[in-house]
């Protein structure tokens, strides 16, 4: 097992240096970098217009050579690509994750400030989704075949081809518009510094309420499916047919013997669905309710080309989610010990 753990470290390196080394490979032959922004901001302001935003520097008619190299010191161009590289992978080796461009923040002040939004709404969807998804999955399991299976099918595979951000805006529009039951934007409200604890309460969970149901309906269809065919599956072998004949009720054979097997495939997806929960953006559904997330920050970051924050947060996610495999797939042991990585 230590062995397996040491091997699966050292391999999570290549990985790490593979996809911060394509993504500031392509990073060099994207247009419309930070210094052409600049550039094209100050030839706007002088009014000279946006024209300088194109590629090749060519905001940079007209300007200063100093003040030009001043710029891409201030950036960090002043140096070939293979030292800004290895100078990053030096930074990240620290956990210092850089700094913003344009915010005048570090990636990990950003990353925290926008955290709780990608939390609230990641969390409820995990949890809303797993206490929905696994009772009905071994309901219809039990039931399979009649009609409650195949209504609850439909409707669980409608849910999944409806996307998430056509929901949003239809829960905007019908319980944010026409009724007025909901807000139509943000997690609280202006007074929410005003309020008692019960009354934030309600009110994080009135804003919380249309974002959260537009991501679940969507995601726990896989959940829920996968659940009835892990029970479906275990029903059918022979020690159900075994315990059975030993006289033990339907209830027994089935929290008993069939639900520990059954929820393998799903339990070991714990960590990586939980983790994942708190580094979740949804890009659609931050922009259209308002949230300020991740989401949004990744979004935005590419569009300004803040580099700092698209290379500092994949290497953060990156790691993030190397580590929550190792951890899903140690989960494998702990559910069965038949697992042996050797």
């Known amino acids: 097992m230590l062995a397996y753990i040491l091997k699966r470290l050292l391999l999570m390196l290549p990985t790490l240096l593979g996809v911060l080394l394509v993504t500031f490979v392509v990073i060099q032959f994207v247009p419309g970098g930070p210094v052409e922004q600049y550039l094209a901001e100050a030839r706007a302001g002088a009014g000279g217009g946006a024209e300088g935003a194109g590629s090749g520097y060519r905001g940079s008619q007209g300007v200063d050579p100093k003040r030009l190299d001043q710029i891409k010191a201030l950036y960090g161009f002043d140096k070939p690509a293979p030292e800004r590289f290895w100078q990053m ?11 913003s461009f344009f915010q005048n923040k570090s990636v990990s002040q950003l990353i925290l400030e926008k955290l709780p939004v990608s939390i609230s709404l990641g969390l409820w969807t995990f949890f809303i989704s797993y206490l929905v998804a696994v009772p009905l999955g071994v309901a219809k399991a039990v039931r399979a075949g009649s009609r409650f299976d195949l209504v609850t099918t439909l409707l669980v595979l409608l849910g999944y081809a409806i996307p998430g951000f ?67 599956e275990e029903i059918r072998k022979q020690y159900v047919v075994t315990a059975r004949a030993k006289g033990l009720s339907e209830r027994q054979v089935l929290w008993k013997h069939v639900m520990r097997n059954a929820l393998i495939p799903i339990v070991t997806g714990f960590p990586a669905a939980f983790v994942g929960a708190f580094f979740t953006g949804s890009l659609l559904i931050e922009t259209l309710f308002s949230l300020d997330g991740l989401g949004l920050l990744s979004y935005e970051s590419v569009i300004r080309r803040d580099y700092p924050v698209v290379l500092g947060t994949l290497y953060f996610f990156t790691l993030i989610g190397l580590v929550t495999k190792l951890v899903s797939d140690l989960c494998y042991v702990w559910v069965d010990p038949r697992v042996r990585f050797d």
């Open 166 to 232: 056509v929901l949003g805006v239809a829960l905007l529009v019908v319980f944010g518009g026409q009724l007025q039951w909901f807000p139509l934007r943000g997690l609280t409200s202006s007074n929410w510094e005003e309020l008692g604890w019960g009354a934030r309460i309600v009110d994080y969970l009135w804003h919380i309420a249309l974002p959260v149901t537009a991501m679940v309906l969507g995601s726990f269809a896989v959940t829920a499916m996968l659940t009835k065919n892990a029970f479906l």
């Open 89 to 99: 992978l030096v930074q990240f080796a620290r956990f210092d994750l850089g700094r």
